[in-house]
C-alpha cells in the first residue's frame, strides 16, 4: 500500500509540474513529501535557466519559445534559431539509471561529465547523422536534458549536434539543483 500512495503523490505531483509549464507563476505548490530525489527539480524551472543573452548566443531566439512536454513527465521548453532548435526539458522520475534502461532507445549512449556534473550523451535510434542529439544531465535525483535538433538537414551531416548540445549544457550544468 505505501508504494501506491507514493505512486499517487507522485501522480499528482506530476500532474501539478503539467499544468504549470514553464511559466514558473504562482498556484499552489504541492507539499513536499519524503521522497527526497524529487524535490530538488521540483521549483526548478529549466525555460529560464538560460538568459536570453546566452540563449541569443546560441543562435536561438529567446522570444521565439515553445512548450516541449510531451506528456511522458518531462516538462520544458524549445526556442527555435539557426543553426538548431534547442530543447530544455527536466524529468524528475527520470535520473541517469532511468536513462541507462532506456538504452534501446539510442543509437549512441554513452557516459560523460559536463562542468563536474554527471551525464549522458545520446541520438535516438534512428537519429544518427539527422542533426540530433541530447546531453542528459543528473539533477536534483532527476534529470535535464539538453537537446540539439539542426534546422537544415544538411548541417546535420556536416557538424556534430552532440559537441552543440555539450557546448550549451555547460552553461546549464552549473545552474542545476
Known amino acids: 500500500m505505501r508504494t501506491t500512495r507514493s505512486s499517487a503523490v507522485v501522480g499528482v505531483l ?11 507563476g504562482g498556484g499552489d505548490k504541492a507539499a513536499p513529501t519524503s521522497e527526497a530525489p524529487s524535490s530538488g527539480l521540483a521549483n526548478f524551472d529549466v525555460c529560464t535557466v538560460l538568459s536570453p543573452e546566452e540563449l541569443r548566443g546560441f543562435g536561438v531566439d529567446p522570444d521565439n ?5 510531451q506528456g511522458l513527465g518531462d516538462v520544458g521548453c524549445k526556442y527555435m534559431g539557426d ?3 534547442l530543447g530544455l526539458s527536466k524529468a524528475e522520475g527520470d535520473d541517469l539509471a532511468s ?4 538504452r534501446s532507445n539510442f543509437d549512441r549512449l554513452e557516459p560523460n561529465s559536463v562542468a563536474g556534473r554527471e551525464g549522458l550523451v545520446g541520438i535516438t535510434k534512428g537519429s544518427t547523422g539527422k542533426g540530433i542529439c541530447r546531453q542528459i544531465l ?7 536534458t539538453v537537446q540539439v535538433t ?18 550549451v549544457a555547460e552553461l546549464v550544468a552549473p545552474k542545476l539543483p
Do not use: I, M, N, Q
Not at 506530476?14 to 514558473?24: D, H, R, S
Not at 536513462?99 to 532506456?102: A, L, Y
Not at 543528473?138 to 535535464?144: E, H, L, Q, T, Y
Open 14 to 24: 506530476a500532474a501539478g509540474l503539467l499544468l504549470g509549464g514553464c511559466g514558473g
Open 65 to 69: 519559445k515553445r512548450d516541449a512536454d
Open 83 to 85: 543553426p538548431f532548435v
Open 99 to 102: 536513462w541507462e534502461r532506456k
Open 138 to 144: 543528473a539533477a536534483g535525483g532527476g534529470s535535464v
Open 150 to 167: 539542426y534546422t537544415d538537414p544538411d548541417t546535420g551531416s556536416t557538424s556534430d549536434p552532440c559537441a552543440d548540445a555539450t557546448r
